[in-house]
């Protein structure tokens, strides 16, 4: 289950890419890492991680 602070910041990040009329493709918690997983944008660009204790970041895949 995610925590507190992951909860919120999941609500934030997905009201703030509401905000910018970015649609949400994919939002997954991943058990194992523990981690919210959110794929979002016109072209699926935007992809966050949220970690347990609420911060979160961009994504970055440099096989890409």
């Known amino acids: ?13 997905c009201q703030s890419l509401s ?3 970015q649609p949400i493709h994919l939002f997954r918690y991943d058990a194992i890492y523990k981690h919210i997983f959110i794929l979002a944008g016109i072209n699926e660009g935007i ?11 961009f994504y970055e895949d440099d096989q890409t």
């Open 1 to 13: 289950m995610p925590t507190c602070d992951q909860s919120r910041a999941a609500v934030y990040v």
């Open 19 to 21: 905000d910018m009329l």
């Open 47 to 57: 992809e966050i991680i949220i970690f347990e204790d609420g911060r979160w970041e």
